[in-house]
C-alpha cells in the first residue's frame, strides 16, 4: 500500500513538473488562448486495465473518449509514458500514462 501510494505521488508530482515545464513565460495572448483550448479539450482522467496490452486499451479509450490517435509514446521512466497526438498539423503532448497502474490523464 505504502509503494502504492508513493508511486501516485510520483506519478503526479511529475504531471506538475511536465505541465509547469510546458508552459514559458514569454508567451503571446494568442498562444495562451491556444494552450488554454487545448489544455480544456485534454482535460480527462482514469484507469485502464493493464493485464492486457495497455497501449491497444489505452488507444481505444483515447478514440472513443477524444477522438484522437497516438502520434507516439516518450517513455519518461518508472513505467510513465508521455503521449503524444496530432492536433491542428502539429505533434503535440496530450496525456501521461502509467503502464504499471493504468492510470492516465490529460
Same mark, same amino acid.
Given at each position: 500500500?505504502?509503494?502504492?501510494?508513493?508511486?501516485?505521488? &510520483?506519478?503526479?508530482?511529475?504531471?506538475?513538473?511536465? /505541465?509547469?515545464?510546458?508552459? /514559458?513565460?514569454?508567451? %503571446?495572448?494568442? &498562444?495562451? $488562448?491556444?494552450?488554454?483550448? /487545448?489544455? %480544456?479539450?485534454? $482535460?480527462?482522467?482514469?484507469?485502464?486495465?493493464?493485464?492486457?496490452?495497455?497501449?491497444?486499451?489505452? *488507444?481505444?479509450?483515447?478514440?472513443?473518449?477524444?477522438?484522437?490517435? !497516438?502520434?507516439?509514446? *516518450? &517513455?519518461?521512466?518508472? +513505467?510513465? #509514458?508521455?503521449? #503524444?497526438? &496530432?492536433?491542428? +498539423?502539429?505533434?503535440? !503532448? #496530450?496525456?501521461?500514462?502509467? /503502464?504499471?497502474? +493504468?492510470? #492516465?490523464?490529460?
Amino acid at each position: 500500500m505504502r509503494r502504492q501510494k508513493r508511486k501516485m505521488t &510520483e506519478f503526479l508530482v511529475l504531471a506538475v513538473v511536465l /505541465s509547469l515545464t510546458a508552459c /514559458s513565460g514569454k508567451t %503571446t495572448e494568442a &498562444e495562451m $488562448e491556444t494552450q488554454s483550448e /487545448s489544455t %480544456t479539450e485534454a $482535460e480527462f482522467a482514469g484507469i485502464i486495465d493493464v493485464k492486457t496490452d495497455w497501449k491497444a486499451t489505452f *488507444e481505444a479509450v483515447l478514440m472513443k473518449e477524444r477522438g484522437v490517435k !497516438p502520434d507516439h509514446y *516518450e &517513455e519518461l521512466g518508472s +513505467g510513465i #509514458y508521455q503521449v #503524444y497526438v &496530432e492536433k491542428d +498539423g502539429k505533434v503535440i !503532448p #496530450y496525456a501521461i500514462v502509467d /503502464s504499471t497502474t +493504468g492510470e #492516465y490523464h490529460g
